[in-house]
């Protein structure tokens, strides 16, 4: 058995908490700073999945959220979902403002990015690349972990219909 002095280990503890801040840690790029973005898993045979995150913006000027991609989807669409008489409607949106000094956020029943046509299945651990381009700040890559899905008592009232 490989024995380490208590400075490696403390060093080596540091290290591995480092690692998981990393993957925790805000994506900054300009007076936008992105976090919390993660997916849902889907089940087989499912084509569409969805992803959401959180955009900042420090700034004294707009900017706005103009397109989406992901190397596990045909296309990534911007979605606006709101419950009426108990249906979710989703709506496809061209674009999302990010209002100078707001904090812009993409959850499950509200604003989310859809991914279309799946290459593959997201299973729950699994991480997938977003791009997302913004008017003004330009392009950033983010890297999204997959999370389960909802409890299936919580998915079965829900209905859908898309709008486009």
Do not use: C, W
């Not at 790029?29 to 999945?49: F, H, K, M, N, W």
């Not at 190397?71 to 419950?83: C, K």
């Not at 997938?128 to 890559?141: A, P």
């Amino acid at each position: 058995m490989k024995r380490y002095s208590m400075t490696r280990r403390i060093a080596l503890f540091l290290g591995l908490v480092a690692m998981g801040l990393a993957n925790a840690e805000m994506t900054r790029l300009g007076s936008l700073q992105i976090d919390g973005v993660y997916a849902r898993a889907t089940v087989p045979g499912q084509e569409v999945g969805a992803a959401y995150l959180t955009i900042e913006n420090s700034g004294a000027t707009m900017d706005r959220l103009i397109a989406a991609s992901s190397t596990v989807a045909r296309s990534v669409l911007l979605h606006s979902s709101q419950m009426d008489q108990g249906m979710a409607r989703m709506h496809h949106e061209t674009s999302l403002d990010i209002p100078a000094h707001s904090r812009i956020e993409l959850k499950p029943g509200g604003m989310h990015l859809m991914l279309q046509d799946l290459k593959l299945p997201l299973h729950e651990g699994d991480t997938l690349h977003l791009k997302l381009k913004f008017e003004k700040s330009g392009e950033v890559e983010l890297t999204a972990p997959v999370k389960s899905l909802l409890p299936m008592e919580e998915m079965a009232p829900m209905q859908h219909e898309m709008t486009y």
